[in-house]
T-cell receptor
Framework: AQRVTQPEKLLSVFKGAPVELKCNYS??????LFWYVQYSRQRLQLLLR??SRESIKGFTADLNKGETSFHLKKPFAQEEDSAMYYC??????????????FGKGTLLTVNP | NAGVTQTPKFQVLKTGQSMTLQCAQD?????MYWYRQDPGMGLRLIYY???????DKGEVPNGYNVSRLNKREFSLRLESAAPSQTSVYFC?????????????FGPGTRLTVL
């Protein structure tokens, strides 16, 4: 079975402070990891995926297979980063029965 | 292109009533999904359809049925609504291939069952 754990329901930081949203996973095969974000009154959208190894809106996330983690980091938080963040996992390679398993989400609030 | 659309945006039902949530996409994607989003529970998969003509249960299928009407449309039906089905429902789509692992979400339907 695959499982995604986001230990923090709520995370509050001040503008300009570093932020790290934690994500740990459990999966027996080769996983593909994602971060999705939902801004207030907007639909859920992909922020980044581990295979792209890119930085989006200043956020990065590195897959650590040894620690089974995929933490999301940003060195200097901005007020517009306030949103609900979901870590998600799927089987690498897609396939007809491709499914995403989501964590329970972390609500990030960046205070001025 | 509208992407993924859902109707209605809001709905209030009484216990025992039935209704169908509609989802349509113009992205020519094969796979479609229905999720529910509850506070503290994240997104949980209800049903999905890997391609036109196929549907499969997800994590929380009880109390729901689905129909993949054609490639564009995937509906979710509540035959006898219960207060436990009060939630925000999201439809999502996904293309095919290794580069198409991203899911695209609709705006959601907020359902309240009294």
């Amino acid at each position: 079975a695959q499982r995604v754990t986001q230990p923090e329901k709520l995370l509050s930081v001040f503008k300009g402070a570093p932020v790290e949203l934690k994500c740990n996973y459990s999966y027996s095969g080769s996983p593909e990891l994602f971060w999705y974000v939902q801004y207030s009154r907007q639909r859920l959208q992909l922020l980044l995926r581990h295979i792209s190894r890119e930085s989006i809106k200043g956020f990065t996330a590195d897959l650590n297979k040894g620690e089974t983690s995929f933490h999301l980091k940003k060195p200097f938080a901005q007020e517009e980063d306030s949103a609900m963040y979901y870590c998600a996992l799927s089987r690498m390679g897609g396939g007809s029965n491709y499914k995403l398993t989501f964590g329970k989400g972390t609500l990030l609030t960046v205070n001025p | 292109n509208a992407g993924v659309t859902q109707t209605p945006k809001f709905q209030v039902l009484k216990t025992g009533q039935s209704m169908t949530l509609q989802c349509a996409q113009d992205m020519n994607h094969n796979s479609m999904y229905w999720y529910r989003q509850d506070p503290g529970m994240g997104l949980r998969l209800i049903y999905y359809s890997a391609s036109e003509g196929t549907t499969d249960k997800g994590e929380v299928p009880n109390g729901y049925n689905v129909s993949r009407l054609n490639k564009r449309e995937f509906s979710l039906r509540l035959e006898s609504a219960a207060p436990s089905q009060t939630s925000v429902y999201f439809c999502a789509t996904r293309g095919m291939g290794l580069a198409s692992s991203e899911q695209f979400f609709g705006p959601g339907t907020r359902l309240t069952v009294l």
